[in-house]
């Protein structure tokens, strides 16, 4: 008899483990494609982050502000290996001019050489908006919440798919962490591993993103944008 209850008990918490793991809020994964569609839309914001992959990283600081005439302050710093090179790359949007400094090459254009106007402002895409709330809530697996930190297990399959649709992604692991102040994104980090296979070559895929957000109200600009090389001219 003891024996048939401990294989009862067993099966219960084997179950109830089971169910706990993949536990899932509707309303909580619903809160946070909300708050991505809202911080998409912000018109400034200084964006600080990295995007590691197996054999490099990025190191990114963005600086957004379009509440009157578009103003962009970007660098991007790289690490492949034991080679550094912390300006990497820096691009700035001015008084509807462009500038660029590619490892200390400095040039100068204007914001319609990239099919922009002078008072232009910036459109992020949000590829999630034609998608119902229960194919949203579908990208993920599980999901848990606690105070403003929103930790997710993201469906690998569905992931795979939106990096590549032709199916040479597979994914074995993908989790996605949010912190969510005021209806916005304020921290996310995005990780995931798996493997690309194209013809008989495959390589692994180990990559993680994050971003911490918040508000802008002037951005610093260099103070040399001036002497930076001309190029108007160039068609």
């Known amino acids: 008899m003891k024996k048939i209850l401990t294989i009862i008990l067993t099966c219960f918490l084997t179950l109830s483990l089971a169910g706990c793991s993949s536990k899932k809020n509707d309303d909580d994964i619903l809160a946070f494609f909300n708050a991505l569609d ?29 509440k009157d005439d578009l103003q962009v302050s970007s660098s991007i710093g790289l690490v492949a290996g034991k080679n550094v090179q912390n300006d990497f790359l820096n691009f700035y949007i001015k008084d509807g001019k462009t500038y660029l400094n590619s490892m200390g090459t400095k040039t100068q254009s204007t914001v319609d050489k990239i099919g922009l106007k002078q008072n232009s402002k910036l459109n992020t895409y949000n590829p999630f908006l034609d998608l119902t709330d229960d194919e949203l809530c579908e990208l993920f697996d599980s999901s848990k919440k606690e105070n403003d930190t929103y930790t997710f297990k993201v469906n690998t399959s569905k992931l795979a798919t939106l990096l590549d649709n032709m199916g040479s992604v597979k994914l074995d692991n993908a989790t996605l962490e949010a912190t969510i102040k005021n209806k916005k994104i304020s921290h996310l980090a995005l990780s995931f591993t ?42």
């Not at 018109?43 to 502000?65: E, F, R, V, W």
């Open 194 to 235: 798996g493997t690309q296979t194209v013809d008989d070559a495959s390589a692994d895929i180990d990559v993680s993103i994050e971003l911490s957000i918040k508000k802008l109200n002037k951005i610093n600009f260099p103070n040399d944008l001036d002497a930076y090389k001309n190029e108007t001219a160039e068609d």
């Open 38 to 66: 809202n911080t998409l839309n912000l018109k400034s914001a200084q964006i600080n982050g990295s995007l590691t992959m197996k054999d490099s990283k990025l190191n990114i600081d963005a600086q957004i502000l379009q």
